[in-house]
């Protein structure tokens, strides 16, 4: 199996920063394009930032200039910078990667459980 972990959620004030990481483990042979979604209680997930394999980034255009997407392949982890922060970007924020096991053969995509992140003073 293979599992996501988030960290780094927490309070923070308006203006403030964090820094959110995902960290994969278990049994496979790669990881493909990461993500960040971010949810609220009664909305969709929303699509946040995605990273692929070679380091191409892409944003919602709510965090674009504010938030900065990266990867370590080695340590098979994704981190998500947050500056300028908001209240409209309270809410719990997921890990998502497209992973290929059975020896490459097959892509599985993944979800962390979620760490919350809340943006008030």
């Known amino acids: 199996q293979v599992q996501l972990v988030e960290s780094g959620g927490g309070l923070v004030q308006p203006g403030g920063s964090l820094r959110l990481s995902c960290a994969a483990s278990?049994?496979?042979?790669?990881?493909?394009?990461m993500a960040w979604y971010r949810q609220v209680p009664g909305k969709q997930r929303q699509l946040v930032a995605t990273?692929?394999?070679?380091?191409?980034?892409s944003y919602a255009d709510s965090v674009k200039g504010r938030f900065t997407v990266s990867r370590d392949n080695a340590k098979n982890t994704v981190y998500l910078e947050m500056s300028i922060l908001k209240s409209e970007d309270t809410a719990v924020y997921y890990c998502?990667?497209?992973?290929?096991?059975?020896?490459?053969?097959?892509?599985?995509?993944?979800w962390g459980q979620g760490t919350q992140v809340t943006v008030s003073s």
């Open positions: 278990g049994s496979f042979t790669s990881i493909g394009t």
């Open positions: 998502n990667a497209i992973v290929a096991r059975l020896f490459g053969t097959r892509w599985f995509n993944y």
């Open positions: 990273i692929t394999s070679d380091a191409t980034t």
